[in-house]
Every structure is written in structure tokens, then in C-alpha cells.
């Protein structure tokens, strides 16, 4: 399996993964708009035997207690259906915060799974005063401090770029 950044000639497979990932157009339409509207983002897919079957998207959020505080979002994370629970997310998701380490972010949110991503070392983002502008679940939104300590005495409510709220 490979791990690669995204390019402009995956873009019509990767929106065909997310498409077959979730029971809607809206991710696929998601990743769409933030390709065109938001920068910087950390496109990545995993391709097996030459073909991509899975994509994750890293894009900048703010909080709104410390707007200068470097994070990202990670949304969405795809696996095509026949491919998923052989690794591809974790794999892919690992990739993911390693190439935010390498631009400087300080710490990612995740709006997911509470058993999964956890084991990537995502706690409850309200463990750090942080909450989600939508209206979650606590144990659903979580985060990650790539830079120990960035978190520290923050807190605030995380926003996404506006693409998120009209795709």
C-alpha cells in the first residue's frame, strides 16, 4: 500500500471513494469545495495495487480563544467500501498527522468515532476546554496536541472554514 498527496488527476476517483464511502454526495461535494476555497489542506490518498481506495483531508480550523493557534480539522476520511478494516484509515490518518507535524500545526480536531480515533492518541477536545461550533456530542469531537503543551490554558469553541456549513 501507498500513501501518497493527492493530485489533480485523482480528483474524479477520490470523489468516486467518497461517494461509495458514505450514504451521501455531501463529503464528496465537501472535498470538492475545500480544494477549490481552502488552503492550506493536506490531501492524501492510499492506493492498493495501483488503485486509490481511500482519501483524508486535513483543512485549517480556528479557535476562537486564540485565533493564532495553528490547527487543522481532519474531514473526511474515506475508505472505499470493500477495502475498509484492512488498515487504510489508520494508515492513512497516521500519514495525515505526520504532514501536519511537518507544516508547524499545533494540535488537529476530529468529529468521529470514539473508538477509533483514540488509538491514534485523540482525547475529548472539551479535556482541553475546546468544544465544537456544531452541536455534538462531547465524546464525538475530539483532539490531538502535535506540539506538546499547545493546548495548554486554551479554550474556545473550534471553528471550520464556512465550505463546512454550504459545501
Partial sequence: MLIRTEQKNDHAVVHAVN???????AEAELVDALREQVQPIISLVAEVSGDITGHIMFSPTSLS????????GLAPMAVAPEQQRKGIGSMLVRAGLEECRLLGVAAVVVLGHPEFYPRFGFSPASRFGMDSEYDVAKELFMAIELQAGALSGESGTIKYHAVFSNP
Avoid: Q
Avoid at 19 to 25: D, L
Avoid at 65 to 72: C, P
Fill in 19 to 25: 461517494i461509495s464511502a458514505f450514504s451521501t454526495p
Fill in 65 to 72: 480563544g486564540d485565533a493564532s493557534l495553528k490547527m487543522m
